[in-house]
């Protein structure tokens, strides 16, 4: 059964501070990673996308990604109120399908 | 065009109705998706869509039955659904080849 983990959360970070939300995931033959912000009543919003070992930074996001260890994490710079929300790690599933395996999210807190 | 669109927002049926809920996009992708979201949870994939062609289907009852019409539109039909199909439905499209997922907004459902 390929798995992708999180720890649920709450995490709560005070306005301004480095959130850093990590994941990990069991099959090693997975390539593409993603990064959803799903706000409560929403759908979920695709922020980061990694494909290669390293960090990879959009603005105030920092994927990186550390196959070897089959890990993934997300640090949010500067964060703000705005930022609360739950953060779903997905993995491809691999292989020839367009699968994505979703962990069960992080629940992000910025306190003002 | 960058946006995944789906109808109606919000559905309340009842057990005997036969309902469908509508998907559609304009950024040329070649796979689309049907989710199931529970709250609380991740997205569970239903359907998946390449090219036209189902190309997975993740064991769900025939009470859910998809059609892709073109390469822009996916319909799920409902019909005879029990209260516990109640949940938020997300399409999505990607491409094939990077799987980058970009969601719909969901139509939220009420089965009573």
């Known amino acids: 059964q390929k798995e992708v983990e999180q720890n649920s959360g709450p995490l709560s970070v005070p306005e301004g501070a480095i959130a850093s939300l990590n994941c990990t995931y069991s099959?090693?033959?997975?390539?593409?990673f993603f990064w959803y912000r799903q706000y409560s009543g929403k759908s979920p919003e695709l922020i980061m996308s990694i494909y290669s070992n390293g960090d990879k930074e959009d603005g105030r996001f920092t994927a990186q990604l550390n196959k070897a260890s089959q890990y993934v994490s997300l640090l949010i710079r500067d964060s703000q109120p705005s930022d609360s929300a739950t953060y779903l790690c997905?993995?491809?599933?691999?292989?020839?399908?367009?699968?994505?395996?979703f962990g069960t999210g992080t629940l992000l807190a910025v306190q003002p | 065009d960058t946006e995944v669109t789906q109808t109606p927002k919000h559905l309340v049926m009842g057990m005997t109705n036969k309902k469908s809920l509508k998907c559609e996009q304009h950024m040329g992708h070649r796979a689309m998706y049907w989710y199931k979201q529970k709250a609380k949870k991740p997205p569970e994939l239903m359907f998946v869509y390449s090219y036209e062609k189902l190309s997975i289907n993740e064991s769900v009852p025939s009470r859910f039955s998809p059609e892709c019409p073109n390469s822009s539109l996916l319909n799920l039909h409902l019909h005879a659904l029990q209260p516990e199909d109640s949940a938020l439905y997300l399409c999505?499209?990607?491409?094939?080849?990077?799987?980058?997922?970009?969601f719909g907004p969901g139509t939220r459902l009420t089965v009573l």
């Open positions: 999505a499209s990607s491409s094939i080849e990077y799987n980058e997922q970009f």
């Open positions: 099959d090693r033959v997975s390539q593409s």
């Open positions: 997905a993995v491809n599933g691999g292989g020839a399908t367009n699968k994505l395996i």
